[in-house]
């Protein structure tokens, strides 16, 4: 089965400022997707940023960008000019296109954001 | 709002007890999955059904069974209820197949174990 790890229980970034979470996974699939989602106080979780292991170029959403680095199996996330609202639990995902789409989940990096 | 809606949003039950959780996928998602996320941790499968049959199993406890309706609302029962089970679950559905998205998340349901 694949397995996602995140190596980063906590993290903490000055506003305005670049972070980057860093997540690695390990799968035998040549296809899949990868994901990273944002949990706030609220619980909810959200979206932030996908991308297609086939497309070498790296994903960006706004201030978000992945460095998706497929040989290596790794798949950071960074988010560049940090704002307040951007603390959170931040969870990498890898989606198998052939195991029944299977979706599994690292452990989470909690992100702090200090003023 | 993503759609998926998870009831009830908060439950507490006493340890022995069975309670249901009940999801409603987003209109036209035929997958469905169950995690648990206990307190400050990470999401752990459960359980996967997609159109009414179970797809893939995850670290679920045979305390723990699901199962997917007719109208793909999806329901989860916690039996044997024990202090440990006390977590946020949440359900999340998604369209399979090759048009493959991200999982959309219901807003969980947190039980309390007492």
């Known amino acids: 089965a694949q397995t996602v790890t995140q190596s980063q229980p906590e993290m903490s970034v000055q506003e305005a400022e670049t972070v980057t979470l860093s997540c690695t996974y390990d799968?035998?699939?040549?296809?899949?997707?990868l994901f990273w989602y944002k949990q706030p106080p609220s619980r909810q979780m959200i979206l932030v940023i996908r991308q297609e292991a086939y497309k070498q170029q790296n994903a960006t959403e706004n201030r978000f960008s992945v460095n998706f680095q497929k040989a290596a199996k790794s798949f950071s996330l960074k988010i560049s000019d940090s704002q307040l609202g951007d603390a959170a639990m931040y969870f990498c995902?890898?989606?198998?296109?052939?195991?029944?789409?299977?979706?599994?989940f690292g452990a989470g990096t909690r992100l702090t954001v200090k003023p | 709002d993503s759609g998926v809606t998870q009831t009830p949003k908060h439950l507490i039950t006493a340890t022995g007890q069975r309670v249901t959780l009940r999801c409603s996928p987003r209109?036209?998602?035929?997958?469905v999955y169950w995690y648990q996320q206990s307190l400050d941790q990470g999401l752990q499968f459960l359980i996967q059904?997609?159109?009414?049959?179970?797809?893939a199993k995850g670290n679920i406890l045979e305390r723990f069974s699901a199962q997917q309706f007719p109208d793909l609302h999806s329901e989860l029962n916690l039996s044997s209820l024990e202090l440990g089970d006390s977590a946020l679950y949440f359900c999340a559905s998604s369209v399979t197949g090759s048009m493959n998205t991200e999982a959309f998340f219901g807003q969980g349901t947190r039980l309390t174990v007492v």
């Open positions: 799968t035998s699939e040549s296809d899949y997707y």
């Open positions: 995902a890898y989606r198998s296109l052939y195991n029944n789409n299977d979706m599994r």
């Open positions: 209109s036209g998602d035929l997958s």
């Open positions: 059904y997609y159109n009414g049959e179970e797809r």
